[in-house]
């Protein structure tokens, strides 16, 4: 059995399986997780490693809220391009690397135990390091809609930094960055409807393409005030018959 297989490739109970996320997620309430820690960390480490074997160790050891993993997360962020594993996943959709939308993910997944183990710090501060790139590396719907609202507290001037250096990047990306950037807007409603709708505004002035405004619709259902009817108004006077039901649903 390969060291891939031994740490990843068998559940909890030595029963081999061939879903990692089933061993990742089963890990979450298993203590016996601690165990593969090690293993994970230097499999991580090793450059003679396959590339996504390399990525799955961090995204274990990342829900796992371990500091290796979040260590890891933020050196990934701090230069993405040159990300061990960049590009060994990619979007079906628009032919883009995949892996910091599994690392958003993995970070996302890990807050009850990074309460546990003492991370928490660590988590919040891999989340700003994602959300300080999601202007020019996508994240799949994976990371806005995964900030809880003590983090998007936390994060409110990087949120609004990204969004505004995203405004003049949204013709070239390969991507759908118009609608990334009205999500990250769209994650400040429940704390800041006001700026929500201000961020979201800017973006739909630049791109208000068809799914940027049905993902605009969840700032007029998450936020009050007569920024947010305003808001609604609008998104139903420029949108189509989809974006007016959904802003009619609750």
């Known amino acids: 059995m390969s060291r891939f297989d031994e740490l990843l490739g068998t559940d909890f109970a030595g029963r081999p399986t061939g879903d990692l996320e089933d061993v990742i997620y089963e890990g979450l309430d298993e203590p016996r997780h601690q165990e593969r820690v090690p293993g994970l960390v230097a499999l991580m480490h090793d450059t003679s490693a396959l590339e996504w074997h390399r990525l799955a160790a961090c995204v274990a050891l990342t829900t796992w809220a371990e500091a290796a993993g979040f260590a890891a997360v933020l050196a990934a962020a701090a230069h993405p391009k040159q990300a061990p594993w960049y590009g060994c996943l990619i979007d079906r959709r628009f032919s883009v690397d995949n892996t910091f939308a599994q690392l958003s993910l993995a970070v996302s997944d890990s807050e009850v135990l990074s309460e546990e183990k003492a991370t928490t710090e ?24 995964h900030l809880d609202r003590s983090v998007v507290k936390s994060l409110l001037p990087e949120i609004a930094d990204t969004v505004h250096r995203g405004l ?83």
């Open 122 to 145: 660590r988590r919040t501060e891999a989340l700003r390091a994602l959300v300080r790139i999601a202007d020019c590396e996508y994240f799949d719907e994976k990371l806005a809609d």
């Open 168 to 250: 003049t990047g949204i013709d070239s990306a390969r991507f759908d960055l118009a609608t990334q950037l009205v999500d990250l807007a769209a994650a400040v409603a429940p704390v800041d409807g006001a700026r929500a709708v201000r961020l979201a505004r800017e973006v739909l002035a630049v791109s208000s393409s068809p799914r940027a405004l049905m993902h605009a619709v969840a700032i007029a259902h998450r936020s009050t005030g007569p920024e947010a009817v305003a808001f609604g108004e609008y998104l139903a006077s420029v949108g189509d018959e989809r974006v007016r039901a959904a802003l009619v649903e609750r």
